[in-house]
């Protein structure tokens, strides 16, 4: 929580990336974090990892309707 609103809040996007990963973990369903995860690493130009926490997002949202 802290730690990843700190490394947003000061640019440190690889770090919140990580935070991100690590939160979809311990919380898989919360889509939330894989949006995170997905937006994070999209930034970061690691469009394998984005693409991964996108479908895994998608697999999420459609599993709730």
Known sequence: ???FRYDQAH???AQAAQIAE???LQYPQS????RY???LNTML???NKAVF???KLAILDN???
């Open 31 to 34: 889509a939330d974090f894989y």
């Open 53 to 55: 926490y996108s479908k």
């Open 63 to 65: 599993n709730r309707y």
């Open 11 to 13: 640019s440190n996007t």
């Open 37 to 39: 995860a997905d937006s």
């Open 1 to 3: 929580g802290q730690l």
């Open 22 to 24: 690590a939160m979809v």
């Open 45 to 47: 130009k690691n469009y």
